[in-house]
């Protein structure tokens, strides 16, 4: 019986979960420096603004006056998000907020660095297309114009719910995520055009993600964009 090399099936055991959390990312099925303009900043100045914030949804949720107060939503939501997350429940008894934004945070990391390396087809994959053509206009205005991006995730230092809303079928949450990040944009010849190779940078971002509640497809793709002032 030939020998096994346990560290290769470690390894490969490792390979598969991996690539199985990154294909279900955002899947919620569970049978000091003040902030920067924002990670999309060079995005909006080359497509103009993203699409604004996901408004917090104030109606009634037929909940119990306890559930109502949003008790269980305070350690992961702003009080303003309590209501439309109590919709959202209701409407989906799978949602769970927790696995929700861990979701988030890898989404976050994935398109940041997608974005940077002009790897639409990771892209398509996360968004919406409205946010995808915004996305995709940026990535071609950069390589006409000869330049490239490398930008590192160093932290992402929270992520919390900052809104949230049903409507109709569409859950729409929109995530605040205080990140740090290290960015930087050469031109043909190799000169820094923007940002720093070495400097490491405080972004704060509001990013809403949307899901249609009757779909059997678990995963929320990111639909707008826009700085924290």
Known sequence: MPDIDLPTVIFALVALFVAYKLRSVLGMRSDAERPTGGLLAPLRRATGPAPSVAPVDAAPTGLSPVAAVGDRWKSVADPGAWSGLNAIAAADNNFASEGFLSGA???????????????????????????????GNAIRARAAAGHTMSTTVVSIDDAAIAAAQLAGSNAQITVRFASKLASVTHDSAGNVVEGSPTEVADHLDLWTFVRDVRSRDPNWRLTATQAER
């Not at 994935?110 to 968004?127: C, E, K, N, Q, Y």
């Open 105 to 135: 945070r890898a989404a976050y990391d994935m398109i940041v660095h997608a974005f940077a390396a002009g790897d639409s087809a990771t892209l398509r994959g996360l968004m919406a297309p409205e946010a995808f053509a915004n996305f």
